[in-house]
């Protein structure tokens, strides 16, 4: 009867054990973009504007947020009441996907990305960061539109400022195309 009741007992533990594992094995993946759907940080409706866009997955809220551009996607990761919620985070492969409209399929992850700030090209915001799964295609990115090659944990709520006053129409003098 002993036997019989440890068993009892154990089962429904091991079965607490396989859920728990499960749910760590669980991989978040970016989805598609609605045509209705909105930027978590702004409201405007994503696929409205050109350029990268932002996904991501955070401790306490069920779902995916979703952003019209990167630089709303890392305004909200930098905040220190969300940098360390971060789940999974993904950004558009700008060198498979045509600026003016991302694709789907082009979504990378954004902590393997490679930014270049301080382009000419617009996106959602105005400024944006343009994201690339290689450092050679952020590299000759920038030499052809100007800025500077960034990494995932380089971008700072400072960088992001910074970009308030950069043009949107030309390379910016003093930007080289050199990495960190």
């Known amino acids: 009867m002993k036997h019989w009741l440890k068993l009892l007992l154990v089962i429904p533990l091991a079965l607490l054990g396989c859920a728990d594992d499960e749910k760590e094995r669980m991989v978040h993946q970016a989805i598609a973009i609605e045509s209705s759907a909105e930027c978590h940080l702004c409201g405007m409706i994503i696929t409205n504007f050109p ?32 940098q360390h919620n971060i789940q999974e985070a ?37 400024p944006t960061l343009a994201s690339f799964s290689t450092q050679a295609d952020a590299d000759a990115f920038a030499t052809s539109q100007g800025g500077k090659v960034y990494r995932f944990d380089e971008i700072t ?13 030309a390379s910016l003098p003093g930007m080289s195309g050199n990495a960190h």
């Open 51 to 82: 350029g990268p866009k932002g996904q991501l997955y955070t401790k306490g809220i069920n779902g995916n947020l979703r952003f019209c551009s990167t630089r709303d996607m890392f305004a909200f990761i930098v905040d220190p009441e969300n």
């Open 90 to 126: 993904f950004v558009h492969d700008m060198a498979v996907t045509p600026w003016d409209h991302p694709e789907d399929e082009a979504y990378i992850d954004a902590r393997k990305a490679f930014y270049v700030v301080g382009h000419g090209k617009r996106g959602a915001m105005g």
């Open 157 to 169: 709520l400072e960088l992001l400022v910074s970009m308030n006053g950069m043009s949107t129409d």
